[in-house]
Each structure stands twice: as structure tokens, then as C-alpha cells.
């Protein structure tokens, strides 16, 4: 049985107070393969746009895939880009990075999704990098059009480099055409729907629900768009990761030794994190750390 998942709202640390509707991590569901974190933004108009200034990552690498509206961002390796809908930022942080997000007065509405990629334990210590894809690789499946971010479906192959065996892609489908997505069977998936309603093997997902396929569970994903709206949702997949992590604000770990020491090194304005050079101005402290112990999982 397909399991359903309602996100949690959360604040980040903007400063316009908009809720992030979040999928990952989940009490019901704390990882699709590498993927650990998923935040769905929006639709919000842009005047209550999102500004969060300068805070850092590490051992991850951050997807930004926007719907709508226009978001710059900085970073400490010196990236200035411009992301718009149907292109992609993927930043690598590995040992540290810092970065800042802003969105432009442009359009009307801003959208997007924000994912993290866990690193696996030989790669998390490499040099940060960015990199921006304006044009990815675009897939029909029958009635389906399917726009592939990250990893390969059906021939069609992102050229973003990812270190684990994993699948992102926005799909898109009208209403009264049902289509077939192979999937991998010893893979696990899971299908945001960001717009419109779906049946997702026969389960019936509302908007900003997260279905769940376990692996072995499904050969293939039988999809169909319910109710008067064109479905626009999110389809991850992955290998199931086979490391423990330790997650904690921004910063992946293996131990709470290792997030303590980040999230000191943070706060000391360390140059392992870099510097940005923005409008926004100013940066985040990491917060207080729990009175619990942070463990793997
Ligand atoms: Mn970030």
C-alpha cells in the first residue's frame, strides 16, 4: 500500500515569514534514497518574497528547482546566478560552504522546491562548487511530459553530477490521460504533487502530499490526474542509502561531535565556510543545539 504523507509547516529564517511546507525528513519518512530534505515553497506572491541571508552547508549538496518566479543566488565560491523556472541550481558543499537566497520583483508568483542531497562518507569532505543548468533534458511517456533534473530516466539524462544513484524530474500531465513511469524495482520513490490531484497506483494523492513507494513495492508508477487541474508534481528515486547520518540545521554529519564542531566553526565566522558577497547583508547564527543528544539515523 502506497503510504501518503502531509507535510509539516515550518518557518525558516527569512525575513518575510512565509511557511515552507516540509515532506523531508518526516516523522513518517526520513529519506528517499540520498534525497534527505524537502521543502515546497510557495505559490506566494513576490512581495512576500523569500530573503534569507548568508548561512552555511556541509556535507550535502542543495537542489533548487523553481514553478514560477525568479530567485538570485550567492555563494562563497563566487557564484552570482539567476534561477528561473525549469532550470536548475545544484550546489556541491562539501566540507563548507555559505550561501544567500533572494528573490526578484519579476512575475507575479514565486514557487519552488529546495532539496539535499546527502554526500556519501567519501565524498562529503571534497571542495565546495556550484553549477546552473538552463536546459535539461525534456522525456514524453505517452500523454506524460517528464523534465529531468537529476540522474537518468527512460534515456534521458541529467548532465548535473550527483554521487549516489538517484532520479529527480518534474512531471507534468493533463487531466483524462493516464500515463506509466518504469521505475526500478529495488529503488525507493517518493511523488510530491505540487498542483492538481493524482491517482499514484491507484491511491489518491491531493496537492503537497508526498506518496511513498517502498522498494520492491512497484514496477512501474501508474499515474492519472484527478479532479478539474493539470498535475505538476515532483517524482525522487533512489538507491536506499545505506549510511547513518547525523542532520542537524544545515550541516550533514556522521557523529554529534562532528555537528558540534561545524556549528562552532560557523558562529566563529570560520573560513572554511568562505564568504558571501551579496545584497541581503548580514548572516544566520546557528541556533542553540538541542538538550537531547544528536544521534544517527
Ligand atoms: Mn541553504
Known amino acids: 500500500m502506497t503510504k501518503v504523507i502531509d507535510p509539516r509547516l515550518v518557518k525558516i529564517s527569512t525575513r518575510t515569514e512565509v511557511d515552507i511546507k516540509r515532506s523531508l525528513p518526516h516523522a513518517a519518512l526520513k529519506r528517499i534514497g540520498a534525497w534527505v530534505f524537502l521543502d515546497h515553497f510557495g505559490p506566494t506572491v513576490q512581495v512576500d518574497g523569500m530573503v534569507v541571508a548568508a548561512h552555511p552547508h556541509s556535507g550535502l549538496q542543495t537542489v533548487t528547482w523553481p514553478f514560477a518566479g525568479v530567485v538570485d543566488h550567492r555563494d562563497s565560491v563566487g557564484s552570482s546566478q539567476v534561477i528561473r523556472a525549469g532550470q536548475l541550481n545544484l550546489m556541491t558543499a562539501g566540507r563548507g560552504v555559505a550561501h544567500s537566497e533572494k528573490s526578484q520583483p519579476v512575475g507575479d508568483q514565486l514557487h519552488a522546491v529546495q532539496l539535499w542531497i546527502a554526500l556519501p562518507d567519501l565524498e562529503r569532505n571534497r571542495d565546495a562548487s556550484f553549477e546552473h543548468f538552463g536546459d535539461l533534458p525534456v522525456l514524453e511517456l505517452g500523454s506524460l511530459t517528464a523534465r529531468i533534473f537529476i540522474g537518468e530516466l527512460n534515456g534521458a539524462r541529467s548532465p548535473a553530477r550527483v554521487f549516489s544513484p538517484l532520479l529527480g524530474a518534474e512531471l507534468r500531465l493533463s487531466t483524462g490521460a493516464p500515463a506509466t513511469v518504469p521505475l526500478r524495482p529495488d529503488w525507493e520513490y517518493g511523488l510530491l504533487v505540487v498542483r492538481g490531484s493524482a491517482l499514484v497506483n491507484g491511491t489518491l494523492v491531493s496537492p503537497d502530499q508526498l506518496a511513498y513507494l517502498e522498494p ?70 546557528a541556533p542553540d543545539l538541542p538538550n537531547a543528544t544528536l544521534r544517527a539515523r
Do not use: C, H, K, Y
Open 216 to 285: 520492491g513495492e512497484a514496477r512501474q508508477l501508474e499515474l492519472e490526474a484527478t479532479g478539474s487541474d493539470d498535475l505538476l508534481a515532483v517524482l525522487l528515486g533512489g538507491e536506499p542509502f545505506a549510511e547513518q547520518i547525523v542532520m542537524w540545521w544545515n550541516f550533514i554529519g556522521r557523529t554529534a561531535e562532528e555537528i558540534v564542531e561545524m556549528r562552532e566553526l560557523w558562529n566563529a565566522r570560520d573560513p572554511r565556510f568562505g564568504e558571501v558577497i551579496d545584497e541581503v547583508g548580514g548572516w544566520i547564527p
